[in-house]
């Protein structure tokens, strides 16, 4: 039948693009630079988790009969022994992707003993089972798996909102934004994996067909995503760094329990002293700079990144990003007030936003309407 001969090319070119992925995961060069080991550990992992579905993809092809029906065990132990390994490789990826590191990583890097463990679980099973005892087993990996894609859904987003606030309380623009996409491969890789299981009970060749189509595009798009993570990486790498501000809050209560008490603590008088420079810097509105970052903010105040992150979130209760846009739409809305007729490229440029569709973004979340509305509303702009 036609359909059986597509779904055989869709596994051989799967099983292609995963092997010339892998290989160039594993030979395309990564500068010797120690800023790159995130990468490089999310790299060589993709390699394995490319490799491995390639050589499963073609060990399936070599269990199909002359009809071209492939038995339904071996399709229960190729999909379980790959949800296995992708899931655990693709999360290690994505948190390394993301800078995440810490007792989460020491963990992650424990794990491949365990779903290595699984895997021969797996094969050992299909070799020593019977077709009913086989079944048994596959209930009891299924388990495995999805208490597995909890972990590691947890894991992924708790780190995930981490990186987030970590960009947010670096940045004055929206830089998370240009890594959304490893949360987008993330859930879409978990949903491909609840999908293969789905495959391995509604056996249509029609089905797994369109999952073949599917995980083509999938994969060569995480492939082409991966190689080029350095360039993403340039814009993020200076945030990577700044800690998270429940890590800055227990180091500075730590060190405020040393000082004796006196009328006022070490960071009293500290927080007294930023708010004075604080009051210039706003006064002079350098928050309208374009490239502004906590850095940038901190060696003008001649204070420490990790400290000022610490007083906006606690003492102002809010990101560094958020605060800076929030100064920045009260900046063009004076704008605006003073000159009703401003262009809005100018209103854009003297307020600080790097184009327009950040400033009308940023206006709208700010105070649930469009400029053009806010205008009416302050009575600046007729009704018609």
């Known amino acids: ?124 099973s299909f070799c020593v089972f019977d077709e009913t005892a086989f079944d048994i087993a596959v209930y009891v990996f299924m388990t495995i798996y999805f208490a597995a894609l909890v972990y590691y859904t947890w894991s992924f987003t708790t780190n995930y909102r981490r990186f987030c606030r970590r960009m947010d309380n670096y940045f004055s623009t929206d830089k998370a934004a240009r890594l959304r996409w490893v949360a987008i491969v993330f859930f879409t890789a978990l949903g491909v994996g609840v999908t293969a299981f789905a495959a391995m009970w509604f056996t249509s060749t029609y089905f797994a067909f369109t999952f073949d189509i599917f995980a083509i595009w999938f994969y060569s798009y995480f492939g082409f995503r991966l190689i080029n993570y350095l360039w993403e990486f340039e814009h993020i790498h200076t945030a990577i760094d700044i800690p998270d501000i429940e890590d800055v809050i227990i180091q500075e209560e730590e060190e405020e329990e040393e000082e004796p008490e006196t009328a006022l603590t070490y960071i009293d008088k500290t927080n007294i002293k930023l708010e004075q420079k604080l009051e210039k810097w706003l006064a002079e509105k350098k928050y309208t700079d374009h490239s502004l970052t906590i850095d940038v903010l901190a060696g003008e105040l001649a204070t420490n990144k990790y400290y000022l992150s610490r007083y906006i979130n606690t003492l102002k209760n809010k990101t560094f990003r958020t605060w800076i846009n929030e100064l920045r739409i009260e900046e063009a809305k004076r704008l605006m007030f003073s000159n009703p007729n401003i262009s809005v490229n100018e209103i854009v440029s003297k307020s600080g936003f790097v184009d327009k569709s950040n400033y009308f973004r940023q206006f709208s979340q700010q105070t649930g309407r469009t400029p053009k509305m806010w205008l009416k509303e302050q009575g600046l702009l007729s009704e018609k």
Request: aromatic share 12%.
């Open 1 to 124: 039948m036609l359909i059986n001969e597509l779904y055989t090319l869709g596994i051989v070119v799967l099983g292609i693009v995963l092997t010339l992925f892998g290989i160039v995961f594993l030979l395309v060069h990564i500068p010797d630079n120690k800023e790159f080991d995130n990468y490089r550990q999310a790299r060589r992992a993709m390699a394995v988790a490319y490799l491995f579905f390639a050589v499963v993809n073609f060990f399936e092809l070599a269990f199909r009969d002359t009809d071209g029906h492939i038995n339904i065990m071996v399709i229960k132990m190729v999909t379980i022994s790959v949800a296995f390994s992708q899931a655990y490789l693709f999360t290690f990826a994505c948190l390394r992707l993301l800078g995440a590191g810490g007792g989460l990583h020491k963990c992650l890097g424990k794990e491949p003993v365990p779903v290595l463990a699984l895997v021969a679980a797996v094969f050992i």
